[in-house]
């Protein structure tokens, strides 16, 4: 069984200090890890994935995020946030060799303040 | 990029009707599309796996009679919410995974679409 836990409902941060939006994964095999980010009112849009390659993984927008086996976490992290990060932010588990599934976290919202 | 559209994206209608939204893959085919559904504030879930020719696969406790897919075109896959009630008001998402890729590819999500039911 899959699952993943988003720790943070809501992260506040100012303009142009750093953003780290924590998840934690439970998988029985291998996992692919996603993270993805939604704008009000607005679809899923990828902002980068784990497939087994390299653990630290560079998505759009300056995201990051690095997958911990020890830690079973895949964090997201931006070293300088801009307003328009300000979104919903989803952190996805799925089998490595089967993405059909996709479990999804219960969300955090970040809130970015000038 | 892959592109998925999802029409209309906002819907108002009157409990007791039908709805249909589509799901369009616009520069790829998609053997498979995904249906989610969002309530406010809450994550995403699976509402049925739709195959291109085939029948969906509805994942439990969603009603397959409620809910009718068809996926007639690689590119076109439709959900109607048949005999609409103010609870199925909802916003819903779809997805699109590439043809050409397999199960570990990756899914290319829609706009959505805000359904809400008076």
């Known amino acids: 069984a899959q699952s993943v836990t988003q720790l943070d409902s809501h992260v506040s941060v100012s303009e142009g200090t750093p953003v780290l939006l924590r998840c934690n994964y439970s998988?029985?095999?291998?996992?692919?890890l996603f993270w993805y980010v939604q704008h009000p009112n607005k679809g899923l849009q990828l902002l980068l994935k784990?497939?087994?390659?390299?653990?630290l993984v560079k998505g759009i927008n300056g995201f990051e995020a690095e997958f911990k086996k020890s830690e079973t976490s895949f964090h997201l992290t931006k070293p300088s946030a801009h307003m328009s990060d300000a979104a919903e932010y989803f952190c996805?588990?799925?089998?490595?060799?089967?993405?059909?599934?996709?479990?999804f976290g219960t969300g955090t919202r970040l809130q970015v303040f000038p | 990029g892959a592109v998925v559209s999802q029409h209309p994206s906002r819907v108002i209608c009157k409990s007791g009707t039908s709805v249909k939204i589509e799901c369009r893959s616009l520069?790829?085919?998609?053997?498979?599309m995904f249906w989610y559904r969002q309530f406010p504030k809450q994550s995403l879930m699976l509402m049925a796996t739709?195959?291109?020719?085939?029948?969906?696969?509805?994942e439990q406790g969603v009603e397959k009679d409620k809910f009718l897919i068809n996926h007639a075109s690689l590119t076109l896959s439709t959900l109607t919410v048949t005999s609409a009630h103010p609870e199925d008001s909802s916003f819903y998402i779809c997805?699109?995974?590439?043809?050409?890729?397999?199960?570990?590819?990756?899914?290319?999500f829609g706009p959505g679409t805000r359904l809400l039911v008076l």
């Open positions: 997805s699109a995974r590439v043809s050409s890729g397999g199960p570990g590819e990756t899914q290319y």
């Open positions: 998988s029985s095999y291998s996992p692919s």
């Open positions: 784990y497939t087994s390659a390299a653990t």
């Open positions: 996805v588990v799925s089998l490595s060799y089967n993405t059909d599934k996709l479990i």
């Open positions: 520069d790829f085919q998609a053997t498979t």
């Open positions: 739709s195959n291109e020719g085939s029948k969906a696969t509805y």
